[in-house]
């Protein structure tokens, strides 16, 4: 049976309420919870947000899904950085009310996942153990760059990236270069043939169901060891 979701609405400060969605293990307490943050081009109901919230599930994380007030508004104009984090910081809060105790991690899909590390960067997210990156947006299409990666350098807290070979928005090589220079914080997930939305050609023998799975195991198994980090150091760094 599909989980169901707990629905609700979150207050952000300066600007619209917009729809959140909770989804928690079904079988025993949440070994941690995900603030995931959608892309720009699709909101929080997507078939890719919702189906890796549900296999996170299965491997004990719970994930907390929100608008940006843009895409609540129906705009096609994603928010400015400030209003963005502010939104996150919002779904910070309301994550660690709901579900308090439970380690806690933020980020999301390309353009989320880059608000998150951007509002992180500026201030730390309270309680907010590391940053996941599902698809980060390291440039434009046919733009490679890494000036987006910049602030990254400000970000204290352990980082996953999780990047595939045919993302044209993150040149292999260059994504490659920017996790190194983060030194131990940052590691970086190698989806083989995966594009920035992790689609796979047919020819690569796999399936979205397994290309999901893999990003889910990958997800879990690096926020346990995150997880286990601070309860050796008692510190979010690393």
Known sequence: MPLTPIRFSIEVPGSVPVDAALIAPEAGP???LFVFAHGAGAGMRHPFMV????ALAAHGIATLRFQFPYMQQQSKRPDSPDVAGNTIR??????????PGVP?????????????????????????????FV?????????????????????????????GTRDDLA???????ATASLGERATLHVVEGGDHSFEVLVRSGRTEDEVRAELAGTIAQWTAQCVARQGLHGSVSP
Do not use: C, N, W, Y
Request: hydrophobic letters at 50%; glycine letters at 10%; zero cysteines.
């Open 104 to 132: 806690l991690f933020a980020g999301g899909r390309s353009f989320g996942g880059r608000m998150t590390s951007v509002a992180q960067a500026a201030a730390p997210l309270p309680g907010v153990q590391g940053l996941v």
């Open 90 to 99: 919002a779904a910070v809060a309301e994550a660690t009310q709901r579900m």
């Open 171 to 177: 040149d292999l090589p260059l994504i490659r270069d």
């Open 135 to 163: 698809g980060f947006p390291l440039h434009g299409p046919k733009a490679p760059s890494t000036e987006r990666a910049a602030h990254l350098a400000q970000v204290a807290v352990p980082m996953l990236f999780l990047q």
């Open 51 to 54: 189906q890796l919230s549900v």
């Open 30 to 32: 949440a070994k941690a």
